[in-house]
């Protein structure tokens, strides 16, 4: 079965939009910051998520420290075991997750996943926006299909949880969050550092398994919380 496919060109061209702006933040002092979620706030609730593994992870992982290594201010800077790629956030945070909320987005994925490939997504150069760094993903046809039937899974029932999460759309990137600003200060190694990355190649995301977790972050780690996995 074959899946429309994702605009690469235009994601490429969107990137680096967001990086021209994000530079200047970046540099100037000026970024979105994001602060600690508390229960009921719109982001950082339970999510769809491909765990990176491997040498493709060590590779990310290095990106991270590498960043991390450069900041001056204190920001949530991601690590290894918490590097990811999203395939839909769910709903807003909450402290705590009723059961019936994991039965029922399990149960969703599962009937999402009948008859889809390998989900896959290319990353290729660092970037970011005034709201945080990450790596620039391509993901291909089956992961969108895979987003967009949960997105229509969505439509009867809402969100069981707190309002938030991607709601009515469906992300058409793939990227790989590295840090989140949690104050507004000037960090030009920083900025710098990502503009010398913008074209490198790191490789490939193939999967067959995505894990459902919840986020327990803090003022420096996102600190995931893997509650379920499903292989198809």
């Excluded at 290594?69 to 690590?79: D, F, I, K, M």
């Excluded at 909450?94 to 994925?109: A, K, N, S």
Aim: charged share 25%; glycine share 10%.
């Amino acid at each position: 079965m074959s899946f429309a496919r994702s605009d690469h060109a235009a994601l490429r061209s969107h990137y680096e939009r967001e990086w021209t702006d994000g530079r200047a933040a970046f540099a100037a002092g000026t970024v979105r910051t994001d602060p600690v979620p508390r229960d009921g706030d719109a982001r950082w609730g339970l999510s769809l998520v491909v765990p990176t593994e491997g040498s493709f992870a060590e590779r990310i992982a290095a990106e991270a420290d590498a960043i991390a290594a450069r900041c001056q201010g204190t920001h949530l800077n991601y690590v290894r075991r918490d590097l990811h790629m999203t395939v839909r956030s769910l709903e807003g945070h909450q402290d705590t997750v009723p059961q019936r909320q994991i039965d029922h987005y399990l149960g969703q994925l599962k009937d999402a996943t009948e008859g889809l490939g390998p989900i896959s997504a290319r990353f290729e150069g660092l970037g970011g926006s005034i709201g945080g760094l990450y790596v620039r993903g391509y993901p291909n046809a089956d992961l969108l299909e895979l987003r967009r039937r949960l997105r229509d899974a969505r439509i009867p029932f809402g969100n069981l949880g707190p309002a938030g999460g991607d709601g009515d759309r469906y992300r058409d990137n793939a990227h790989i969050s590295l840090l989140v600003p949690r104050e507004a200060v000037p960090e030009p190694e920083v900025a710098a550092y990502v503009d010398s990355r913008t074209t490198i190649d790191f490789g490939t995301i193939t999967t067959n398994e995505i894990s459902l977790v919840a986020w327990r972050p803090g003022p420096r780690t996102a600190n995931i919380e893997v509650i379920d996995r499903l292989t198809w």
